[in-house]
C-alpha cells in the first residue's frame, strides 16, 4: 500500500496554475450562487484576480523541467510534462483570457445575458483549464480528457446569448462536428494503445526507437488522432466548422477560439509529433524524426491546402467576422509550416508568431465588436465610410489588418519574417513561395475593409460612434505592441528561443 | 466451440444488428430502442473480456443514463401525436459506398495486423485494482474529470433554462 | 467458427466505427447524430477492453473505458440542451434546415 494522496502531493508543485484556475472556477461558481440576482459585476473582477495570479505561478514555473504526477511502473514517465514550451504557450492562453475578460466587459451580447455571468465565467475558467492542461499533457489519456473539457466548454460557451438564431445554430454544428472529430481520434488512440500497449507519449517514443511496431495500423492510428488535432487547429480538410461557429457565436467567444483554443491545439500537436517520433535532434536544430511516418510531406500538404483555402475562401465575404474566420484558417495554414519544417528554429517562429498573431488578431476582433455594439452588424457593406464617424477605431482596424497580413512596420512583418527564414533555411524554398503567394492573395481581402472604411461615402449619415475611456484603454494594450514589436522585435525573440525546450529533448 | 464462443457470437450479432437497426431505421424511436440492444451487448462483450466493472458501469451510465438522455431528446422534440416523427436521410448512396471503402480499408488493416493477442486466464473482480489506480497513479484525470463534470452540469442547465 | 480472440472483437468494433460514420453521414436528425457519435465512442471503448486483456496490458485500458463513458455523459448531456435550445428556436431539429448562417 501506498501512502494516501502520494500521488497529488508529490506533484502539487508544478500544478500551482491549474490548481489556481480550478480554485477560482470554484470560487465563481460559489460567488455567483452567494450574490443571487444582484451584484453581478464583481465576477469579471474576480476572474482577473484569478488569471493575474495563474499567471504569476506561471511565470515562478520557467526554467523547470519536470515531470508532474509520475508513473513509477512504465519507466517514471509522468502525465504531465512541465517545461519551457508548455509555460510559453500558458502564458499565451493567459493573456489572451485577460483580453477576453475585458471585451466581455464592454460586448453589448455578453451584457444581455447578465442573470448568467457566474455560468460564462466558470465556462471560460474551465475552458482554459483544459487548454493548460492540453498544452501539457503528455499522456493520450489526458490529451483527450482535456481536449473534451476545451470542447465541452466552448460548445456551450459559442451559443451562450442563444436568444439570437445563428448563435444556437453555431453551437449545435461545434457540438455535432466536434463530437465526431473527438470520437475518430478516439478511435484513433484505442489503436495507438493496441500496437503499444501504453498510451504516454514517452513511453511510446521508447519503444518506436526500439523499432518494435505495427507500420500500416501505426499510420491509420496516427491519421485518426491528427483529425481531432486538425479541428482544433481547424486545418483542412477539418476546417469547415470554423466560419460558421466563428460567424455564430458572440464575438468575445470567437475571438477566444481563434487563439486560445487554437494556440492550446498547436502545443499539443507539436507536442505529440515530437515527442512520439523524434530520434535524435542535430547539432544545427533540426529534428531527426523516425522514419514511420512521412509527416513533412503530410504536414507541408496539410498547411498548403489549409491556407489557399482559407485566403481563397476569405475573399468573397462580405461578413467581416466570417472573413476573420476564414483568415484565421489561413494563418494557421502558415503557422503550420513552422512545424513542417521540423527544426527548432520553425518552433520558434510559430512561438513568435502566436505571440504576435495574438495581439493582432485580437485587435481586429475588439474594433469589429465595438463596432458592432454600436451598428449592430458586421457586415463590410456597413462600414462605409466608419472612418469619418469613428477615425480610432478605424485606424486601429486599418494597422491590425495591415499586421495580419504581414507587412512593415508592423509586428505581423517580424512574425512571418521569421517563418520565411525558417522554412528558406531549410532549403523548402518552393513552399516558402507558395505561403509568399499566398499572403499576397490576403492582400486584397484586408485592404477591401480599408477601402470600404476610407475610400467608400457612408451611405446614411450616421452619428459618430464614440468609446469609453476603458476600452480605449484597452485597444491601446493591443495596438502598442503591434508597433513596439514590429520595430523592437529582440525581447520577443529571446524569450521564444528561451522556450523552445520540451520536456526530455 | 466452447460456452465462451457461443455466448461471444450471440452478443456480437446482438450489438452489431441493433447498431445496423439504429443507423438505417427511420423511426426515431425504433432507432433509440435499438441503440438500448446495442449498449447492452457491448455491456455483455465487456463482460466476456473480463472488464466486470466497465460492464456495469456501461449498464448503469449508458443504458441508464444516457440512452433515457437521448429518448427524452426524441421525445421532447417532435410532437409523438403527428406522423411527423420519421427522419429523412440523404446521400445514401454516397455515403454507403465512402463508408464501405473506408470501414473495408480499417477492417482489412486491423486483421491483417499481427497484434499482441495472449491468451491470459480471465482476471478476478477488476473493481479494487480500478480503484486502486483511480486514487494513485490516475488521481490527475480523475479529479479532472469531476471539474469536467461540473462544467457540462452548468453548461447544460444554462443552455436549456428559460 | 474459431475461437474467440482478439480479431473477433476488432471486427466488432470496425463494424460499429463504420456504422457510426454511416449514421452521421447521413442522418438528418440532430439526436439521431449523436447516436451516430455514440456508437463510434462505444466503438473505441470495446478496442480499449479487448487489447487490454489480449495483450495483457494491465488495468489502463478498461480505466480509458471508464473515462470516456463518463466524457460520453457529458457530451450527451450538453448536446441535448442544444438540442432542445435549437428546438425552440428553429422548431425543428434536422441539420440540413438550420443553415441560416450562409454558405
Known amino acids: 500500500m501506498e501512502a494516501p494522496l502520494k500521488y497529488i502531493f508529490d506533484s502539487i508543485q508544478y500544478l500551482k496554475p491549474e490548481v489556481a484556475v480550478s480554485i477560482f472556477l470554484a470560487i465563481l461558481v460559489t460567488v455567483d450562487l452567494v450574490l443571487g440576482k444582484k451584484n453581478k459585476q464583481v465576477l469579471p473582477y474576480i476572474a482577473l484576480a484569478g488569471l493575474v495570479i495563474t499567471g504569476y505561478f506561471v511565470t515562478q514555473q520557467f526554467g523547470t523541467s519536470a515531470f508532474a504526477s509520475v508513473q513509477h511502473n512504465i519507466g517514471n514517465f509522468g502525465l504531465i510534462a512541465v517545461d519551457s514550451f508548455g509555460n510559453y504557450f500558458k502564458l499565451i492562453i493567459i493573456l489572451s483570457s485577460i483580453f477576453i475578460v475585458l471585451f466581455s466587459i464592454s460586448s453589448i451580447e455578453i451584457k444581455q445575458v447578465f442573470d448568467r455571468h457566474g455560468e460564462y465565467y466558470s465556462l471560460i475558467f474551465g475552458m482554459m483549464l483544459g487548454m493548460m492542461l492540453m498544452v501539457s499533457s503528455a499522456d493520450l489519456i489526458l490529451i483527450y480528457l482535456s481536449i473534451e473539457l476545451v470542447s465541452l466548454s466552448s460548445y456551450v460557451l459559442a451559443g451562450f446569448t442563444k436568444q439570437s438564431l445563428r448563435n444556437s445554430e453555431a453551437s449545435l454544428k461545434y457540438i455535432i462536428y466536434g463530437g465526431t472529430a473527438s470520437g475518430i481520434m478516439l478511435f484513433g488512440i484505442s489503436i495507438l494503445y493496441g500496437i503499444m500497449g501504453t498510451t504516454n507519449l514517452y513511453a511510446i517514443n521508447t519503444i518506436l526507437q526500439n523499432g518494435a511496431f505495427q507500420p500500416l495500423a501505426l499510420i491509420i492510428s496516427c491519421i485518426l488522432i491528427f483529425t481531432g488535432f486538425g479541428f482544433k487547429i481547424s486545418a483542412a480538410p477539418f476546417h469547415f466548422w470554423t466560419p460558421d461557429v466563428y460567424e455564430g457565436a458572440p464575438i468575445a467567444i470567437t475571438a477566444y477560439l481563434s487563439i486560445a483554443s487554437k494556440a492550446a491545439g498547436f502545443a499539443l500537436l507539436i507536442r505529440f509529433i515530437k515527442v512520439t517520433f523524434i530520434q535524435t535532434i542535430g547539432e544545427d536544430g533540426y529534428w531527426q524524426l523516425l522514419g514511420v511516418i512521412d509527416w513533412k510531406s503530410f504536414l507541408i500538404m496539410i498547411s498548403i491546402l489549409t491556407m489557399t483555402l482559407g485566403n481563397f475562401s476569405a475573399l468573397w465575404q462580405d461578413n467581416l467576422k466570417r472573413m476573420l474566420a476564414y483568415s484565421s484558417i489561413a494563418h494557421a495554414g502558415y503557422m503550420l509550416l513552422g512545424l513542417a519544417v521540423f527544426s527548432d528554429q520553425g518552433v520558434m517562429a510559430i512561438l513568435i508568431y502566436f505571440l504576435i498573431y495574438l495581439f493582432m488578431n485580437l485587435g481586429a476582433f475588439f474594433v469589429v465588436m465595438l463596432i458592432a455594439n454600436k451598428i449592430g452588424s458586421e457586415e463590410i457593406d456597413e462600414y462605409d465610410g466608419i472612418a469619418y464617424k469613428t477615425p480610432l477605431l478605424a485606424v486601429s482596424l486599418a494597422v491590425f489588418l495591415i499586421s495580419l497580413t504581414g507587412l512593415p512596420p508592423t509586428a505581423g512583418f517580424i512574425a512571418k519574417l521569421y517563418l520565411f527564414i525558417a522554412l528558406v533555411d531549410a532549403k523548402m524554398i518552393a513552399v516558402a513561395i507558395i505561403a509568399l503567394l499566398n499572403t499576397v492573395v490576403s492582400l486584397y481581402y484586408y485592404i477591401r475593409v480599408l477601402k470600404h472604411m476610407f475610400l467608400t461615402k457612408p451611405k446614411v449619415e450616421g452619428e459618430r460612434i464614440t468609446i469609453g475611456i476603458a476600452d480605449t484603454v484597452v485597444l491601446l494594450a493591443m495596438l502598442i505592441p503591434i508597433f513596439l514589436f514590429g520595430l523592437y522585435f529582440t525581447p520577443i525573440v529571446n524569450f521564444a528561443k528561451n522556450s523552445i525546450a520540451l520536456l526530455g529533448f | ?162 | 467458427m474459431v475461437t474467440v480472440s482478439l480479431y473477433h472483437y476488432l471486427f466488432v468494433s470496425t463494424i460499429l466505427f463504420s456504422l457510426g460514420i454511416f449514421g452521421i453521414v447521413t442522418r438528418k436528425n440532430a439526436v439521431m447524430v449523436l447516436m451516430g457519435i455514440e456508437l463510434i465512442l462505444n466503438a473505441a471503448n470495446i478496442n480499449f477492453v479487448a487489447f487490454a486483456r489480449y495483450g495483457n496490458f494491465g488495468f489502463q485500458g478498461q480505466l480509458m473505458a471508464l473515462f470516456v463513458i463518463v466524457l460520453a455523459a457529458a457530451e450527451a448531456a450538453i448536446a441535448l440542451a442544444i438540442v432542445l435550445n435549437i428546438y425552440k428556436v428553429f422548431s425543428s431539429v434536422n441539420v440540413d434546415e438550420i443553415d441560416r448562417l450562409k454558405e
Open chain 2, 1 to 162: 466451440m466452447t460456452l465462451y464462443d457461443i455466448i461471444f457470437y450471440l452478443f456480437a450479432l446482438v450489438t452489431i444488428s441493433s447498431a445496423y437497426l439504429v443507423v438505417t431505421v427511420r423511426n426515431i424511436v425504433y432507432s433509440a430502442f435499438s441503440l438500448l440492444f446495442t449498449l447492452f451487448g457491448i455491456a455483455g462483450l465487456y463482460a466476456l473480456l473480463g472488464a466486470d466493472f466497465v460492464a456495469i458501469v456501461q449498464l448503469i451510465v449508458y443504458v441508464g443514463g444516457i440512452l433515457i438522455l437521448m429518448i427524452f431528446g426524441v421525445m421532447l422534440t417532435n410532437k409523438i401525436t403527428n406522423v411527423q416523427i420519421k427522419t429523412g436521410v440523404f446521400q445514401i448512396l454516397p455515403a454507403t459506398i465512402g463508408v464501405g471503402i473506408f470501414g473495408g480499408f480499417l477492417l482489412a488493416v486491423l486483421l491483417n495486423t499481427n497484434w499482441l493477442n495472449l491468451n491470459v486466464k480471465d482476471s478476478p473482480a477488476t473493481t479494487f485494482q480500478l480503484g486502486q489506480l483511480l486514487m494513485n497513479e490516475w488521481v490527475l484525470p480523475f479529479e479532472l474529470l469531476g471539474i469536467v463534470l461540473l462544467i457540462a452540469l452548468l453548461g447544460a442547465a444554462s443552455i436549456a433554462r428559460k
